[in-house]
């Protein structure tokens, strides 16, 4: 009788471990939340207004990448990588030297990629290929790199609404500058 009772206990305890761990884990969780919900707030007031706060978007940024590493499974963790990204990227054409340029769009390829690779069902993965291409084309001005990006994308979505326009742009208007962009339209309206 007294090895049933031990027994008995015995599984108790596990499971009231088991449940403390389960519990602490929320915790965490929900202490994570709470750090990054009110900076994701600000950011987002921020860039509504196109006001560029590295600081704050920078701290939205780590939280961000912190919280998808830690749990991956949740549902946010997408959401709040794929708002890094963004922020990465204006963070990027904001920039005032080189080397924060460089630094901020290869942050926003990496959370890009990371995104289509670990949540390929995101509803806005689509987004991640198309921004890729942009950092590439726009900030970075790695027009080869950037085709790579947007021909991937029109072969991934050929009915998607911008496919047409980007097939046009890859094709006409990728890597030219805007003097040379605003040549062509001037010759173009000549010939009408």
Same mark, same amino acid.
Request: charged share 25%; aromatic share 12%.
């Given at each position: 009788?007294?090895? %049933?009772?031990?027994?008995?206990?015995?599984?108790?305890?596990?499971?009231?471990?088991?449940?403390?761990?389960?519990?602490?884990?929320?915790?965490?969780?929900?202490?994570?939340?709470?750090?990054?919900?009110?900076?994701?707030?600000?950011?987002?007031?921020?860039?509504?207004?196109?006001?560029?706060?590295?600081?704050?978007?920078?701290?939205?940024?780590?939280?961000?990448?912190?919280?998808?590493?830690?749990?991956?499974?949740?549902?946010?963790?997408?959401?709040?990588?794929?708002?890094?990204?963004?922020?990465?990227?204006?963070?990027?054409?904001?920039?005032?030297?080189?080397?924060?340029?460089?630094?901020?769009?290869?942050?926003?390829?990496?959370?890009?990629?990371?995104?289509?690779?670990?949540?390929?069902?995101?509803?806005?993965?689509?987004?991640?290929? %198309?921004?890729?291409?942009?950092?590439?084309?726009?900030?970075?001005?790695?027009?080869?790199?950037?085709?790579?990006?947007?021909?991937? %994308?029109?072969?991934?979505?050929?009915?998607?609404?911008?496919?047409?326009?980007?097939?046009? %742009?890859?094709?006409?208007?990728?890597?030219?500058?805007?003097?040379?962009?605003?040549?062509?339209?001037?010759?173009?309206?000549?010939?009408?």
């Amino acid at each position: 009788m007294k090895k %049933y009772f031990y027994l008995l206990l015995l599984i108790v305890l596990l499971g009231a471990c088991n449940s403390n761990k389960e519990s602490s884990t929320f915790g965490a969780k929900e202490k994570e939340r709470t750090k990054i919900v009110p900076v994701e707030h600000l950011v987002d007031s921020l860039y509504k207004n196109k006001v560029i706060d590295v600081f704050h978007m920078s701290e939205f940024v780590t939280l961000a990448k912190q919280f998808a590493e830690n749990y991956p499974e949740d549902e946010m963790a997408p959401h709040y990588l794929f708002k890094a990204g963004v922020l990465s990227m204006a963070m990027a054409e904001a920039a005032n030297n080189k080397t924060e340029i460089v630094r901020f769009a290869q942050d926003a390829i990496h959370v890009f990629n990371n995104i289509q690779k670990v949540y390929p069902d995101f509803e806005n993965v689509k987004l991640c290929m %198309y921004n890729r291409g942009v950092v590439y084309d726009n900030i970075l001005h790695d027009y080869r790199s950037a085709e790579i990006e947007f021909r991937d %994308y029109i072969h991934k979505y050929p009915n998607d609404a911008n496919t047409e326009w980007l097939i046009e %742009y890859v094709d006409k208007h990728l890597g030219k500058t805007p003097d040379e962009l605003a040549s062509e339209i001037i010759v173009d309206s000549g010939k009408n």
